[in-house]
């Protein structure tokens, strides 16, 4: 089945930082990433979707300057939490949508816990 | 807009068949999903149902759609320790965009041995 594969899965870094989290779908290409934030005990906040080979669309209230993404290929996004500050500090996980799904096909990654002290 | 809600927590006895509810606003959706997180980890899909369907079962996994009252519901028989996890309802919507997924808040399953 689909595989999606996202690291880190945890990392820990100084307030002031820049941290970069990998989305990668491994046995089928991403025409469509998603990444979603979670707070403790709430639900996933569609954080910006991507298309491969263009900009990111940012949900209302996401700075695209602080979250920056890219997806260079249709196999990899990248998500960097630029200046990070300890409210940043989440559990953030990817999912992706291949261009041969069936129904919407959304495969999500295993997650990413930061933790900006 | 969109908007999902389901309750927050159910307990139930090992054994026992447990009932997780939804209910949606967005009446355009296609398809709807259930999804199931275990602690620390990403999520899981475990069934999806046409909004064209009543009924959709997938061995211990039972999913019921009444499209006139935007209810979703999802039964597990027979639950197992195993189950317990936080499980999201979302619906699959449009905008100009491309499609995404609405998720609710989560119920977390609780399952007592």
């Known amino acids: 089945g689909a595989v999606v594969s996202q690291h880190p899965s945890w990392v820990i870094c100084k307030s002031g930082t820049s941290v970069k989290i990998e989305c990668r779908s491994l046995?089928?290409?991403?025409?469509?990433m998603f990444w979603y934030r979670q707070f403790p005990k709430q639900s996933l906040m569609l954080m910006a979707t991507?298309?491969?080979?263009?900009?990111?669309?940012?949900e209302q209230g996401v700075e695209k300057d602080k979250f920056l993404i890219n997806h260079a290929s249709l196999t990899l996004s990248t998500l960097t939490v630029t200046s990070a500050h300890p409210e940043d500090s989440s559990f953030y996980i990817c999912?992706?949508?291949?261009?041969?799904?069936?129904?919407?096909?959304?495969?999500f990654g295993s997650g990413t816990r930061l933790t900006v002290v | 807009g969109e908007d999902v809600e389901q309750s927050l927590f159910l307990s139930v006895r090992e054994g026992d068949s447990s009932v997780i509810n939804c209910t949606y606003t967005?009446?355009?959706?296609?398809?709807l999903y259930w999804y199931k997180q275990e602690p620390g980890a990403g999520l899981q899909l475990l069934t999806y149902?046409?909004?064209?369907?009543d009924m959709k079962q997938d061995q211990r996994l039972t999913v019921l759609l009444n499209k006139k009252d935007k209810h979703l519901s999802l039964r597990i028989a027979d639950t197992q320790t195993g189950d317990s996890a936080i499980y999201f309802c979302?619906?699959?919507?449009?905008?100009?965009?491309?499609?995404?997924?609405?998720f609710g808040a989560g119920t977390i399953l609780r399952v007592k041995s």
């Open positions: 991507s298309n491969e080979g263009s900009k990111a669309t940012y």
């Open positions: 149902i046409f909004s064209n369907m």
């Open positions: 999912s992706a949508r291949g261009v041969d799904s069936l129904i919407y096909g959304y495969t």
């Open positions: 967005d009446s355009s959706s296609t398809y």
């Open positions: 046995d089928f290409q991403a025409t469509t």
């Open positions: 979302a619906e699959g919507t449009s905008n100009l965009y491309g499609n995404k997924l609405v």
